[in-house]
């Protein structure tokens, strides 16, 4: 039931504790990034969607801005988009195999489709060959699994339906300069998402009012246990239209938690950017999710095949896990609901290190020391992983540590015949586990720090994790 006294933003996020709690212990979760758009696979009328010149982003979802495609022609996609490979039951499988505990899925993206058949618009799956609505599915086989599920919604941005996405308002309102070009020095404001090349003949608000605010209803009404709403890009709305897109997700379900992309700092968790880890002190202490692609595109390109292997990827869940944050990882199914075989089997690899590991990710906090070890690659979002790929060269003296009681994790990616981990020198040792080993395991804590010796790697798994009991101060067994 709502709080009927929680009126203020400070009231509703406050309430919401124990969801907020729940969605920073899963730690691990898959992103879908799907519609029409990944008919085209980042080919338009034969080019590559990188080789035309624009100034809005090379992701495949994209696409429609980049090659500034007239809203008429790319409704035509919709006839060609029959996800007839599709099956939410394998999706989900797939996810409990990964180890991942949630999945968010794009409801609507920029381009304006709806993934299901939507009462207000038939831009939507209604309008398709198949008619199917996916997100239900998806949904219905999270409910069958026990998989946590969200939706990400884009409220600001819709090239379909929303005019000029509000720009000309916002820049008028802020008195910010419009449009191109934009330098970021002073008041000009780069259009980015914004559909200046065939806007929709109604107004902004006549969107807010006619399509987002009713089909944020129906997502919300049609998924009762929903925990996510995954808004997205809020430049040009207003500080009332945020609040009233987050105070909408409130008042139908108050345990649903949402993003502080909704706009004006309202969300309850911090996205810190795409492909970015971040220093938790920059998260003004709310939870935190990183958001990341599988290579680098969030829809699906036909052509990209810089696909992050499982060793970056297990770098990637146990660095921001042991920062404290949450890792969503993504993958963009081809139009007719195919997932790429790399992703596949990379998302299974991982499975099989989490199944051995995740007890030093799930459900974990950051330790006082995040890190041992020289410092790593910083990962500064999608462009400068594409640019630069992934170069670090860790070692058996690189750890990164997470929490749990009086339980602390030392996860390393690489593995030798002994690991002296020196951030445990001034720690009172009860016991050391490795993680998936059964037998007795011989360390020895000294000055230096706690040495242990390992056993050999006959599964040949990516590194290993090590669960350090520590004890209250005071006597303790050095030798083991």
Not at 67 to 78: D, F, H, S, V, W
Not at 176 to 192: I, L, N, S, T, Y
Not at 276 to 296: A, L, R, S
Request: negative net charge; contains cysteine; glycine residues 8%.
């Amino acid at each position: 039931m709502m709080n009927a006294q929680a009126q203020t933003w400070e009231q509703m996020h406050a309430s919401k504790g124990d969801a907020i709690t729940h969605f920073n212990e899963d730690k691990f979760g898959l992103f879908i990034h799907w519609g029409i758009h990944s008919v085209l696979g980042g080919m338009y009328k034969g080019e590559r969607m990188d080789d035309i010149e624009s100034p809005e982003p090379n992701d495949a979802c994209w696409i429609q801005a980049r090659a500034r495609i007239p809203r008429a022609e790319y409704r035509q996609l919709m006839g060609q988009f029959d996800p007839v490979n599709f099956n939410a039951d394998e999706y989900v499988s797939l996810v409990k195999e990964a180890g991942m505990k949630y999945i968010v899925i794009t409801s609507k993206h920029h381009d304006g489709f709806a993934l299901w058949d939507s009462k207000v618009s038939d831009f939507d799956m209604g309008s398709t060959p198949s008619k199917r609505n996916l997100v239900k599915e998806l949904y219905d086989a999270c409910e069958r699994q026990g998989i946590d599920f969200g939706v990400y919604y884009s409220h600001n941005i819709d090239w379909n339906d929303a005019h000029d996405c509000n720009i000309k308002f916002f820049c008028d309102a802020t008195d910010e300069v419009w449009p191109e070009p934009a330098d970021f020095k002073g008041k000009k404001r780069r259009p980015m998402g914004a559909n200046l090349w065939d806007p929709s003949e109604n107004t902004f608000d006549q969107y807010l009012v006619n399509k987002a605010y009713p089909q944020v209803r129906e997502l919300l009404e049609m998924f009762p246990n929903m925990k996510f709403m995954w808004y997205d890009f809020a430049h040009f709305l207003s500080k009332e239209q945020s609040f009233k897109f987050y105070q909408m997700v409130y008042q139908l379900n108050p345990n649903v938690i949402v993003t502080d992309r909704v706009g004006h700092d309202l969300g309850d968790f911090n996205i810190p950017g795409d492909n970015k880890i971040p220093n938790p002190e920059d998260m003004g202490g709310k939870h935190w999710e990183t958001v990341g692609t599988f290579n680098n595109s969030w829809g699906y390109k036909e052509y990209d095949k810089d696909f992050k292997s499982p060793y970056e990827l297990i770098y990637w869940i146990t660095a921001i896990a042991s920062r404290g944050g949450n890792y969503m990882l993504n993958i963009g199914p081809k139009g007719d609901g195919t997932i790429p075989q790399e992703s596949v089997d990379n998302l299974k690899e991982i499975g099989k290190w989490m199944s051995v590991n995740g007890k030093a990710i799930y459900g974990t906090k950051m330790w006082k020391v995040s890190r041992e070890g020289e410092d790593a690659q910083k990962m500064l979002g999608t462009g400068h992983r594409a640019a630069h790929g992934f170069t670090s060269n860790f070692t058996t003296s690189d750890f990164w540590f997470t929490t749990k009681g009086n339980k602390v994790y030392a996860i390393a990616l690489e593995r030798d015949k002994t690991a002296l981990i020196k951030s445990f020198a001034d720690e009172e040792i009860k016991e050391v586990k490795l993680l998936g080993y059964e037998k007795k395991l011989k360390w020895e804590h000294t000055s230096e720090g706690l040495k242990v010796t390992l056993p050999k790697n006959k599964t040949q798994q990516i590194g290993f994790a090590l669960e350090v009991t520590l004890t209250d101060r005071g006597t303790t067994s050095k030798v083991k």
